[in-house]
Each structure stands twice: as C-alpha cells, then as structure tokens.
C-alpha cells in the first residue's frame, strides 16, 4: 500500500501511524543546514528521544494531519 492509496482511501489517522509505523527501517542520507541538524539534535535531547526518533516523529505528524 502506498501513502496516496491512504488519503484515497480516507484513512483514520491511527491507520496511517500504524502504516507508517509497520515498516522495515531504511537507511538515508540528507543534506540539512549545519545549524538546523544541531536545533533538531538539541530539540531531540529536550524530548528524551534520539534525532533518529525525533525525525520519525515529525514526518508521522506531518503526514496525518487533516487536510486543510
């Protein structure tokens, strides 16, 4: 299933997370402003979280919202 047959669908945002959430991990490489990577780390470390983990959870966030 892709991301697109999700919103076609009108999946529940619980449905999405679990999608988003099932995956095998994969490895990436960005390219991020020096002084945006250090904010994130920093806003991570606030949170108790790793940068890892901070990322995947802005990208769920992002990707359940409701439609505007």
């Known amino acids: 299933m892709?991301?697109?047959?999700?919103?076609?669908?009108r999946a529940t945002?619980?449905?999405k997370?679990?999608?988003f959430v099932g995956g095998d991990m994969a490895a990436?490489?960005?390219r991020i402003p020096e002084n945006l990577?250090?904010?994130g780390k920093e806003a991570a470390t606030l949170k108790g979280v790793s940068f890892s983990a901070f990322i995947?959870?802005?990208m769920?966030?992002?990707?359940?919202?409701?439609?505007?």
Request: hydrophobic letters at 25%.
């Open 2 to 9: 892709k991301y697109s047959e999700l919103v076609e669908n």
């Open 13 to 15: 945002d619980t449905e």
């Open 17 to 19: 997370q679990e999608f």
């Open 28 to 30: 990436i490489t960005i």
């Open 37 to 39: 990577r250090d904010s």
């Open 56 to 58: 995947c959870v802005c």
């Open 60 to 68: 769920v966030e992002e990707l359940t919202k409701k439609e505007q």
